[in-house]
T-cell receptor, first 114, second 110 residues
Framework: DTAVSQTPKYLVTQMGNDKSIKCEQN?????MYWYKQDSKKFLKIMFS???????INETVPNRFSPKSPDKAHLNLHINSLELGDSAVYFC?????????????FGPGTRLTVL | DQQVKQNSPSLSVQEGRISILNCDYT??????FLWYKKYPAEGPTFLIS?????DKNEDGRFTVFLNKSAKHLSLHIVPSQPGDSAVYFC?????????FGQGTRLTINP
């Protein structure tokens, strides 16, 4: 039973396209996150949702739009993809929005923009 | 402007010896620190944490040390085992979010 799952695992696409990455957690957690692991390997938070409400929105281009249809799902839609969007994107969840809560990560989605 | 840094991209240790992974931070407002472990093709998993009011936390073979004056934390693994081969990320809590370092790849040699 996968706790936090992401689809797809790999995504290769052309510049200018629009793509989505889906994330689901079956842990009953209230809070979900999207992180980006950049070329220098730092994991950086992009967004956080608590019970479908946006609570963290880092300085991310507005081409990135998260959507949480329910608290078990947090999808990431990216418009007009650029070369610099190539990265590994990780979804995570935690029981609450307290940052001392352990975060549980999905396996990552490797996005390559050509 | 990276507030959490792991300056060693990789570390190789012999099985049975001690592994020491280091992490430096710049923000004195960070009050909680964590280590995550990541295997290939998997997401990071939580390993151990420490509050800023402590200087040491131990869990089995894993011990985290915090030196607030130096803004430095370290993870000690003893004895190191082959299954410890992974990428280790340190993270710090600030402004209700976690700030991660870039990871150190630990390889345990038999």
């Amino acid at each position: 039973d996968t706790a936090v799952s992401q689809t797809p695992k790999y995504l290769v696409t052309q510049m200018g396209n629009d793509k989505s990455i889906k994330c689901e957690q079956n842990l009953g957690h209230d809070t979900m996150y999207w992180y980006k692991q950049d070329s220098k390997k730092f994991l950086k938070i992009m967004f956080s949702y608590n019970n479908k409400e946006l609570i963290i929105n880092e300085t991310v281009p507005n081409r990135f739009s998260p959507k949480s249809p329910d608290k078990a799902h947090l999808n990431l839609h990216i418009n007009s993809l650029e070369l610099g969007d190539s990265a590994v994107y990780f979804c995570a969840s935690s029981p609450t929005s307290l940052s001392t809560d352990t975060q549980y990560f999905g396996p990552g989605t490797r996005l390559t923009v050509l | 402007d990276q507030q959490v840094k792991q300056n060693s991209p990789s570390l190789s240790v012999q099985e049975g010896r001690i592994s020491i992974l280091n992490c430096d931070y710049t923000n004195s407002m960070f009050d909680y620190f964590l280590w995550y472990k990541k295997y290939p093709a998997e997401g990071p998993t939580f390993l151990i944490s420490i509050s800023s009011i402590k200087d040491k936390n131990e869990d089995g073979r894993f011990t985290v040390f915090l030196n607030k004056s130096a803004k430095h934390l370290s993870l000690h693994i003893v004895p190191s085992q082959p299954g410890d081969s992974a990428v280790y990320f340190c993270a710090a809590r600030g402004a209700q979010k976690l700030v991660f370092g870039q990871g150190t790849r630990l390889t345990i040699n038999p």
